[in-house]
């Protein structure tokens, strides 16, 4: 899955937060509430115009981000 086929960054939407296709729904919004235990059904259900490739997208996005997060080195 390429998760830039579904985030989108817009500088004048959110503050610039990664949304989801556009939407005013936050990849943090998304991943908060998978963290809080929210089933993906649930999440579905309260947010209708989210799909499960959405869902797949924001860990996707979260995933590479973190990827791409450098640690410096600790030092002794």
Same mark, same amino acid.
């Given at each position: ?5 579904? *985030?989108?960054? $817009? ?13 005013? *729904? ?8 998978? &963290?809080?235990?929210?089933? $993906?059904?649930? !999440? ?12 797949? &997208?924001? !860990?996707?996005?979260? &995933? ?7 640690? &410096?080195?600790?030092?002794?």
């Amino acid at each position: 899955m390429d998760y830039r086929n579904f *985030i989108t960054i $817009e500088p004048n939407k959110r503050s610039g937060k990664p949304c989801v296709r556009g939407l005013r *729904i936050t990849v943090y919004e998304v991943l908060e509430y998978l &963290a809080s235990e929210m089933t $993906e059904a649930e !999440i579905l259900d309260d947010f209708p115009d989210l799909t499960r490739e959405d869902l797949k &997208a924001c !860990i996707a996005y979260a &995933a590479d981000r973190e990827r791409r997060f450098m640690i &410096a080195p600790l030092s002794v």
